[in-house]
């Protein structure tokens, strides 16, 4: 069983900053691939970041150059750092875990295992 905790959501100015963790429990953590998801209301689930055992990663195309997703193995925690934030960046950004050991990360949400409760993220204009 995989616990996932996310913090560090919040209000903030287009073009503003935040910066998202997530604690996961976990003796392997190192070798899970760790990925940050988003959903707007009225909208599907969709893929925002990934980071793999070996820290390989991967992007959605409309936050590259905007955010960047990194791995701290000692502290279970994986971060992501959003910058030049947009009000179409505003959701409910999820926290996941993919358990299998993978070189690319997969982008579907159902091919993670585990998923943090979520925490607000929202863009005023």
């Known amino acids: 069983q995989v616990q996932l905790v996310e913090s560090g959501g919040g209000l903030v100015q287009a073009g503003g900053s935040l910066r998202l963790s997530c604690a996961a429990s976990?003796?392997?953590?190192?070798?899970?691939?760790m990925g940050w998801f988003r959903q707007a209301p009225g909208q599907e689930r969709e893929f925002v970041a990934a980071?793999?055992?070996?820290?390989?990663?991967n992007y959605a195309d409309f936050v590259k150059g905007r955010f960047t997703i990194s791995r701290d193995n000692a502290k279970n925690t994986v971060y992501l750092q959003m910058n030049s934030l947009k009000p179409e960046d505003t959701a409910v950004y999820y926290c996941?875990?993919?358990?299998?050991?993978?070189?690319?990360?997969?982008?579907?949400?159902?091919?993670?295992?585990?998923w943090g409760q979520g925490t607000q993220v929202t863009v005023s204009s």
């Open positions: 996941a875990a993919d358990l299998s050991v993978r070189v690319r990360a997969r982008l579907a949400p159902s091919d993670y295992d585990y």
């Open positions: 980071v793999t055992w070996g820290d390989n990663t």
């Open positions: 976990g003796r392997t953590f190192s070798s899970y691939v």
